[in-house]
């Protein structure tokens, strides 16, 4: 498999959003958000190009402008507001950082590495915004242009940094030797700060298995959505089952009579004296119009009735056998019950596992509904 960083990052934040972006290659507009960041990366690229000057902080600023797409604002107040916010984004890099002062390796630098065993190899490709030689070695620089700065242990175990600094060591294998004096950094031009870390050996081997891990879940073509905060950034939520519902206008599907059914439904959930028979009657109504127009949820004017769907688990107790018999770890089980599985599990190795959870089998499925109503 050929993929990026920023591919397998989808896909560990919403599988089907994974699938609509790189499978099936469903074009959605470049978001507001996109929009900034793009033209600030330009900027800090413009900034530290080699060259017998650096640019001035006014020549920044005009390159910023020039690159600037008013055209994707809701409103001109703010489209104001965020050409401010990268002007004043601009003017603290340069209170910051002088950029004669660093010795810039290489800019946007595009690779390639394999991951993987022999007989089964893949491809990560990615673009890493900064390199420089410092004094003691190497720092790999990513501009950052979100709202939140995370923790400093989130940088610690960054995977991006990971899979940035094994490209920097492809490209530079006796750095290997000098591990210890590679710096990975995070930028986060919001807020003028920059966070670092470095990486050891063991720390790579460990970041490619969990790719691999990844892409192994990817490969078993499962691309269920999942409803998050960053949902209100997506620009697939008509065609998405958790919300394409909310867009029936401009899809022209309802009926009348699904719509008092949906409004009914989210009404006698709520209520204190609930007709059982009567709900059982339209729950099961809504679930057949939720599979006629494949959608998990649906949208009313009270609220949002969403499908939920339970399973239970049981494991192969042949295969667990084979995995845990020649470990001397099967007769500690007596059966095959899930609790001491998982006591014995922490003992285990990551490979182990697993092997313990490619075993799990679905047991028992069930499906049912819930009501989020909307707030007043």
Request: charged share 30%.
């Amino acid at each position: 498999m050929r993929i990026s960083y920023s591919s397998l990052d989808t896909y560990q934040h919403c599988p089907l959003k994974y699938k609509f972006q790189v499978i099936d290659k469903v074009k959605t507009p470049k978001s507001k958000e996109a929009v900034f960041g793009s033209a600030l990366h330009e900027v800090m690229k413009f900034i530290h190009t080699p060259g017998i000057l650096s640019p001035t902080l006014d020549q920044a600023m005009e390159y910023f402008s020039n690159a600037w797409n008013p055209a994707v604002f809701d409103s001109s107040d703010e489209e104001r507001a965020a050409f401010s916010q990268g002007i004043r984004i601009i003017q603290d890099y340069y209170q910051k950082n002088n950029p004669a002062n660093f010795n810039i390796v290489d800019l946007e630098s595009r690779f390639q590495i394999e991951i993987g065993p022999d007989n089964d190899r893949h491809i990560i490709s990615g673009i890493i915004d900064r390199i420089d030689k410092t004094e003691s070695g190497y720092e790999i620089i990513d501009y950052k242009t979100t709202r939140k700065m995370p923790s400093q242990e989130k940088v610690d175990n960054d995977m991006q940094l990971s899979v940035y600094l094994q490209a920097f060591l492809s490209r530079y294998p006796k750095e290997i030797g000098n591990i210890d004096k590679l710096k990975v950094s995070l930028y986060y031009l919001k807020h003028g700060v920059k966070l670092s870390a470095t990486r050891t050996a063991e720390q790579l081997k460990q970041n490619e298995n969990m790719f691999l891990d990844v892409i192994r879940h990817i490969e078993t073509k499962e691309f269920e959505p999942n409803v998050t905060p960053l949902c209100d950034w997506c620009g697939y939520q008509s065609i998405c089952p958790m919300w394409k519902h909310k867009f029936k206008e401009t899809r022209k599907i309802d009926t009348e009579e699904i719509n008092v059914i949906i409004e009914e439904y989210i009404d006698l959930k709520s209520a204190v004296s609930i007709t059982k028979d009567r709900l059982a009657e339209i729950q099961e109504k809504i679930l057949q119009y939720m599979d006629q127009e494949g959608v998990e949820r649906v949208f009313g004017s009270h609220g949002i009735i969403a499908r939920t769907t339970r399973k239970t688990y049981k494991y192969d107790e042949k295969k667990l056998r084979e995995i845990l018999e020649p470990l001397d770890k099967w007769e500690s089980i007596l059966k095959v019950d899930g609790i001491v599985l998982r006591n014995i599990s922490g003992t285990l190795p990551l490979r182990i596992k697993m092997e313990i959870e490619k075993a799990k089998i679905v047991d028992k499925e069930s499906k049912s509904l819930a009501v989020k109503k909307n707030q007043n």
